[in-house]
């Protein structure tokens, strides 16, 4: 990198891009908990964001008892002792003694507000108050006990984000039954590695869903699955077409209104442990048939209200809003809104479809003012020309949430260009593995262009280097040192736990590594560079993906790309694979401006030993880039449970590629 250049990035980067208002600060949530944390805890210097973030990991019982207490969660049962078994990971447990209910503390508001507001890409539009959510609940909860299911049973959804599939999981929560989901973009053989773990007792889809313009049949891949799949003892088909079913040779099928009929019902909360299961989520599972991840009641209400409550600032006002399936976890996360009261706005179809202004037009419509997206697709719309703030009101827009893949800097500056000006960007990072985050935003903290805004408060999330010392301004490994509330519960189907303790654990014992390649900032901020088992090293130095990426994806006439390493002699030597605008080819000319933009802005340990044009990416069902699918194509090497992948064929444009062998 040039002197010139460095000078400017570090100046860029030392400088806050957005800072909120005094005003802002004062009517915060995270204001207000930072007074309800004083006069409760004694300690009077808790009054910026590093205290309340030190004391919530020194003190870490109270802290996540004040949490409780101030996000006014629904239990019975004595509150302590809060954790038990503290020096155990995996092993810890949180709030022995209580009892309470998921869904319960998501229908605690029953008024004429508005709970969903959904639409669709072709046009469909519904609404339900909170009273009504909660009347749809009790009849779906009243028909799953009709059918036989009880606790610990399990209801799968194979279900676009729409209201039914918000229902039937509250439904399932009532009863004490666990709910697990999946896209209907998922092929057959997807569902059953993931479906067919769990055995659950009900089965929930749709008969179609779209996208782009298109519409897709469900009920002939669920004809398959059926065939695999026999502890289904109920379908239920929700005729989402429009049209008259066709359940024909569908085994146990009902249509959803037959299901719960019109009459109305009364809802009963089962009480359970804080560790019952609730959620069973999946690893992406291109290196083998997913984990199956199951998380508690507990764990995810506690640790998604202190998200959404203190690090996003939702208030009841709120209209919230997450482009999401229903086969990643944020839609989870999302669902989690009902509990404080907000508007949750549901869309299904394409984000891009069918010009990329889809989502700022509803954004506009209903007034959402917490907007959730993928970096990559504020990448697309950025290359597609999509300039809101110049087309669009976006009055009530105050928040924008960014997950998925690293934010690189340059989507920071899109944003305030060309977005919104006065809008908190908060990228956000952490998994399916723990159904939150590890980073993530903060209200009243000053955004930094390319970082994650701070550490979760109660995280004890820790940079480690290759001999395990904590650093800052150095790039390591990911970790957690200490436990919080929605680590797993357990894996399906992993008796002896070693499954669980081989994914977090056994690089570090009694250390969560989370295989995250990050960096801890001067401003305590985070800045992610990719999956660290991804992580390239050329040589013996250590290249996050991510940091290719935000160069090569500069360059116009790049859409995307993916980077992987290719063992070579003794080494590993980089390979880019590029995926290009229509019309053009990757010559020589190209190929330089690339490798410069890479040598000059990154380092020359960066620049690709190869860069190779490519038609088509593989990507995970909830959208994610493959590396590792790639890199094993690549060395010829069999990419297992290619179900996990939306487009598998593109895995075969990989293999026995000419100019990988010299």
């Avoid at 026999?230 to 569908?250: F, T």
Wanted: charged letters at 25%; proline letters at 5%; hydrophobic letters at 40%.
């Amino acid at each position: 990198m040039s002197i010139n250049n460095a000078f400017n990035n570090a100046l860029s980067m030392s400088k806050p891009i957005w800072e909120p208002s005094a005003e802002s600060v004062e009517r915060a949530n995270i204001s207000r908990f930072m007074r309800f944390v004083r006069e409760n805890s004694g300690n009077d210097d808790i009054r910026s964001y590093a205290p309340l973030y030190e004391f919530s990991v020194r003190h870490s019982e109270k802290f996540w008892s004040l949490v409780w207490e101030f996000c006014g969660i629904r239990a019975q049962g004595e509150h302590t002792p809060v954790l038990v078994d503290r020096e155990k990971m995996p092993g810890a447990r949180w709030f022995p003694r209580v009892r309470l209910n998921f869904a319960q503390n998501l229908l605690r508001f029953r008024d004429e507000r508005l709970a969903l507001i959904f639409r669709n890409e072709w046009g469909h539009r519904r609404e339900l108050t909170y009273a009504a959510l909660y009347a749809e609940v009790a009849k779906f909860a009243h028909a799953l006990k009709e059918a036989g299911v009880g606790i610990g049973d399990r209801v799968a959804g194979f279900l676009p984000n729409m209201p039914e599939t918000t229902i039937a999981m509250l439904a399932t929560a009532a009863l004490g039954a666990t709910w697990s989901s999946c896209a209907p973009g998922f092929g057959i053989r997807g569902v059953l590695d993931r479906f067919g773990q769990i055995a659950p007792k009900v089965l929930i889809t749709a008969d179609m869903y779209g996208y782009g313009g298109k519409r897709f049949d469900c009920l002939e891949k669920i004809r398959s699955v059926l065939d695999e799949l026999p502890s289904v003892e109920r379908l239920v088909v929700i005729p989402y077409s429009g049209e008259a079913l066709q359940l024909d040779g569908l085994r146990h099928a009902i249509a959803w209104p037959d299901f719960v009929g019109t009459q109305e019902r009364t809802l009963t909360f089962e009480a359970l442990t804080f560790e019952h299961p609730l959620y069973i989520m999946y690893s992406s599972g291109t290196t083998g048939v997913p984990k199956c991840i199951v998380h508690g009641v507990g764990g995810t209400l506690i640790q998604h209200l202190k998200e959404l409550v203190l690090h996003t600032d939702l208030k009841r006002e709120d209209r919230l809003f997450y482009y999401t399936t229903c086969g990643w976890m944020m839609w989870n996360w999302f669902m989690s809104g009902l509990a404080v009261g907000a508007t949750l706005v549901l869309y299904d179809g394409s984000p891009s479809y069918p010009d990329g202004n889809m989502l700022w037009n509803l954004a506009d419509e209903v007034g959402i003012s917490v907007f959730g997206t993928s970096a990559k697709w504020l990448s697309e719309i950025e290359k597609a020309g999509i300039r809101p703030r110049g087309t669009h009101k976006l009055q009530a827009l105050k928040t924008i949430l960014s997950t998925g893949s690293p934010l690189a800097p340059e989507s920071y500056d899109y944003v305030y260009r060309d977005i919104k000006e006065r809008v908190l960007l908060a990228s956000i990072s952490g998994g399916t593995d723990i159904i939150s985050c590890f980073a993530l935003g903060c209200p009243v903290l000053p955004v930094f262009r390319g970082e994650l805004q701070c550490r979760g408060l109660g995280m004890k999330v820790e940079i480690l280097d290759d001999i395990g010392k904590p650093v800052r301004g150095e790039k390591g490994e990911l970790t957690c040192t200490a436990p919080f509330p929605s680590m797993p519960v357990f894996f399906w189907n992993d008796r002896d736990g070693s499954k669980y303790r081989n994914a977090y654990f056994a690089r570090v014992p009694n250390i969560w590594c989370h295989g995250d390649h990050a960096m801890l900032t001067e401003h305590d901020g985070i800045i992610i560079y990719g999956r660290s088992d991804a992580t390239l090293n050329p040589g013996g130095v250590r290249i996050g993906t991510a940091e290719i990426y935000r160069q090569v994806e500069q360059i116009p006439e790049v859409l995307e790309s993916i980077a992987v390493g290719q063992r070579w002699g003794n080494d590993e030597r980089v390979i880019l694979f590029v995926r290009l605008c229509e019309g053009i080819t990757l010559d020589d000319a190209l190929r330089a401006r690339i490798i410069k933009q890479i040598r000059v802005n990154a380092s020359p340990h960066h620049v690709p030993a190869k860069i190779v044009q490519i038609a088509d990416i593989p990507r995970t069902i909830s959208g994610k880039i493959t590396e590792i699918a790639v890199r094993e194509a690549i060395h010829g090497r069999p990419v297992k449970n290619t179900d996990a992948l939306a487009n598998p064929q593109a895995l075969e444009l990989y293999r026995n590629l000419p100019e990988l062998t010299t």
